[in-house]
């Protein structure tokens, strides 16, 4: 289908292309007569060794044009080309020359693109030499030997006419010993946009200026109150660092009118590396983040260059809609990640670089939509799609390439980039010939649409999303030229949304059967979202028995937004070993609280109670748990007086607690019991523990023999104070006599005028007793009580 930018509004008058095409064969006329004057072949070896060893159409010297400026020529300037020429033949090149060839002006877009299909193919036209002067000679090239070379033409010598594109050529001429006559080895084309006066009416350019990164934070964190993240790896801190890809590209965005578009995440992330942080390690080890100056200075950069710009915020963690529309709105939750995702994409853009973003636009892949895509895109609040003109395709009769914006259908619009100017950057740009030839062909198509028509219109660029270091030069020095030329002007994306649309553009959103066969395959496939759904039910189910939920519950949270992201595409083995991570340390964290295995527990008599221990791991408290222990036999052994019974828990961090339940049983014999952990909403919490209840009963003969010799102690200790008795009394009686024989002729009286008796007692009333006086053979009657430590007969 010839797409409808190739019409040229302001194409040449057909007087114009008539004198053009004659000036051509005129031009051609002494070439003509000098292949007249060749023989009528070549002589037998001039097709051998050095034509075998360039495809059909390339030469045998390869020619680079590594600079070319200035890249907009104006009247007056002096346009300098340099490169290189290297000679991958086996034969030397005698008599080489390079010079300028100036192609006739090309007049639609299809024409660039051509031209940028097969820029070293020696046999298409190349236009006409500027004069010798301008050229460079060498006596010779040696095989695999490379000569720089450097061209400056002033431009009025170029002859351009017209404003226009034109093809601008690099050829080397020269001969072979094979092939003894002058003929061109090598070329080179390149574009040469010309248009030194303002534009009657200008391009408004819109162009995206992604910060886009991988994802790098895991979901753990450290024990602290400042719950210090771990990261992957140092990847990021490459990145950052001076001369690492995002500080390149924040150097270079600061510098230009661009609409930054930024993942949330990879603030969030260098946010995180201001302070203290852990990178993990391939043994399981992990050791101190050094990067935190780095950090800091991105981000301060990064809000200064971001101060006066648009900032569009995408979903946190830039989520894959196409993945999730066609493979993941069919588990039960997936859409509900994307929403989490679009309503904290604006806090942390405000909280880290301090402008309020845009959250109206949703970014597929490449801009490839259909209508499963455009529904999951603007589910979540945005009523804007960034799709790109090779997806949704136009498929009137415009004769020019329409403005962004389209309605399409539901409230939303499409703003659709141009696909030729967002795909100019890709590839490999790292030599600086392939840089050059990107930014040319940028420029060429963006004035070739400029003149397409005189009506103004809105074209917006979205590059890839990652863009290299050498990449984003190249869309800077492309971008400079653009925004310092004629013919363009910078516009906001939420300008170009709300631009009129041109009535003729499409607006049907294509069919899911348009959809990119190469993007579908790198799709995320169902079983990351199963996963993810896995994932978040343990989430749940974890986070309702924290004293402080927003420990878990966000980081965990980030990180599954993490795992739905684009940037996964062509790296499954990693995506899968992130999903794995996240997924063991949820497992590792429920796991902190559990029930202590216990061995067999016997049980003495009829009744007993037993403790159950839940232990905790975790540094913060956990409560709403319940403890059930459920006995497998109701019937034998009941707990708390029925099948079961359940008593709440609340345990302290890093502490263990036994919860205690009274058991009964009717039956000696060895029975099962379980011990089950739930959330206080009846969800089982963690792994049971099953022990063993070992009833041993006291019979009736076993309750005898113990009371028979109680009894026997009884009557034995009862024996043996008798006896010691009735031995006292037989010491008292002998000690009585004794004293009756020595007093017969009766005590005479004492010094004090007291009879003998009277006064021996007076004097033995204040003295204590001893053990070896004898006891009198009646105690003095008292009316007192007795004493502590007394013995009284009764």
Do not use: C
């Amino acid at each position: 289908m010839a797409e409808a930018a190739d019409f040229q509004g302001t194409s040449a008058s057909p007087a114009r292309r008539w004198l053009r095409r004659t000036g051509a064969l005129l031009a051609g006329a002494p070439l003509l007569a000098g292949l007249l004057q060749l023989p009528a072949a070549a002589p037998a070896g001039a097709v051998g060794e050095d034509a075998a060893q360039a495809p059909a159409g390339t030469g045998t010297v390869a020619v680079s044009v590594d600079t070319l400026t200035p890249g907009l020529p104006t009247d007056g300037d002096t346009l300098t080309v340099s490169g290189t020429v290297t000679n991958q033949g086996k034969q030397t090149v005698t008599d080489a020359r390079v010079d300028l060839r100036v192609g006739p002006e090309l007049d639609t877009r299809s024409d660039i693109d051509a031209v940028a299909k097969a820029p070293d193919d020696v046999d298409a036209p190349a236009g006409r030499a500027v004069e010798d002067k301008y050229g460079k000679e060498f006596p010779q090239l040696t095989p695999g030997v490379s000569e720089p070379f450097s061209l400056s033409v002033p431009v009025d010598e170029l002859d351009l006419g017209q404003d226009g594109v034109y093809q601008l050529a690099v050829a080397l001429s020269g001969q072979t010993s094979a092939r003894p006559w002058e003929q061109v080895l090598g070329m080179q084309r390149t574009f040469l946009p010309w248009q030194p006066d303002e534009a009657g009416t200008r391009t408004k350019t819109t162009f995206l200026w992604p910060l886009v990164s991988t994802a790098h934070m895991t979901a753990e964190t450290a024990s602290n109150e400042q719950q210090t993240p771990f990261f992957l790896n140092e990847d990021l801190a490459e990145e950052i660092a001076p001369g690492g890809r995002l500080d390149q590209m924040v150097a270079l965005g600061k510098e230009l009118d661009v609409t930054w578009v930024i993942d949330p995440d990879l603030l969030a992330s260098v946010d995180k590396m201001t302070r203290s942080y852990r990178v993990q390690g391939e043994d399981g080890t992990s050791t101190a983040g050094t990067h935190q100056k780095d950090a800091n200075r991105w981000l301060l950069e990064l809000q200064k260059a971001v101060a006066d710009q648009e900032v569009v915020a995408l979903p946190y963690a830039d989520p894959d809609l196409a993945s999730l529309a066609h493979r993941g709105t069919s588990v039960t939750g997936s859409l509900s990640h994307l929403k989490e995702a679009s309503d904290v994409a604006w806090d942390t853009v405000w909280s880290i670089l301090h402008v309020a973003p845009s959250t109206d636009f949703a970014w597929p892949v490449d801009g490839a939509v259909d209508p499963s895509v455009v529904k999951v895109a603007t589910s979540a609040g945005a009523d804007k799609v960034i799709a790109r003109s090779d997806s949704l395709q136009e498929t009137g009769e415009l004769p020019y390439t329409p403005s962004a914006a389209r309605p399409i259908g539901g409230g939303a619009t499409a703003v659709v980039a141009d696909a030729r100017m967002s795909t100019a950057f890709q590839g490999d740009l790292t030599r600086a010939s392939a840089s050059a030839r990107a930014v040319q062909r940028f420029l060429a198509q963006s004035l070739m649409l400029n003149r397409q028509t005189d009506r103004q219109r809105s074209v917006v660029v979205a590059p890839q999303r990652m863009p290299s270091a050498s990449q984003a030069r190249a869309m800077a020095e492309a971008l400079t030229a653009l925004q310092n030329g004629t013919w363009a002007e910078s516009q906001d994306l939420a300008a170009a949304a709300k631009d009129k649309p041109d009535p003729g553009a499409a607006t049907k959103v294509p069919p899911a059967s348009s959809y990119p066969s190469s993007l579908a395959r790198q799709e995320l496939p169902r079983s990351v979202f199963d996963q993810i759904a896995r994932t978040q039910g343990k989430l749940d189910n974890f986070k309702v028995i924290l004293s402080d939920q927003s420990r878990v519950v966000t980081p965990f949270g980030r990180a599954m937004n993490r795992e739905m992201s684009t940037s996964w595409r062509g790296r499954t083995g990693a995506a899968a070993d992130y999903r794995d991570g996240v997924e063991s340390y949820l497992d590792g964290l429920i796991g902190g609280v559990r029930l202590i295995q216990k061995s067999e527990t016997k049980l003495s008599g009829r009744s007993a109670t037993i403790p159950v221990t839940v232990q905790n791991n975790l540094v913060q408290g956990v409560e709403h748990l319940v403890l059930r222990l459920t006995s497998e036999n109701p019937t034998r052994l009941k707990i708390g007086g029925d099948d079961y019974e359940e008593q709440p828990v609340a345990v302290s961090g890093d502490h263990s607690q036994s919860v205690k339940f009274t058991m009964s049983s009717n039956a000696n014999g060895r029975e099962t019991v379980i011990a089950q952990l739930y959330t206080e909403d009846g969800r089982a919490y963690g792994e049971p523990v099953r022990f063993d209840v070992r009833v041993t009963e006291i019979t009736a003969t076993v309750m005898l023999v113990i009371g028979g010799g109680v009894l026997l102690l009884v009557l034995a200790g009862f024996r043996m104070y008798t006896q010691r008795k009735r031995a006292a009394a037989r010491e008292d009686d002998e000690t009585g006599a004794e004293a009756s024989d020595g007093d017969a002729d009766g005590p005479g009286p004492a010094p004090d005028g007291r009879p003998a008796q009277e006064s021996e007692a007076g004097d033995r009333a204040g003295e204590p007793e001893q053990p070896s006086d004898p006891a009198p053979d009646t105690a003095a009657e008292s009316a007192d009580p007795s004493g502590t430590g007394e013995r009284v007969d009764r």
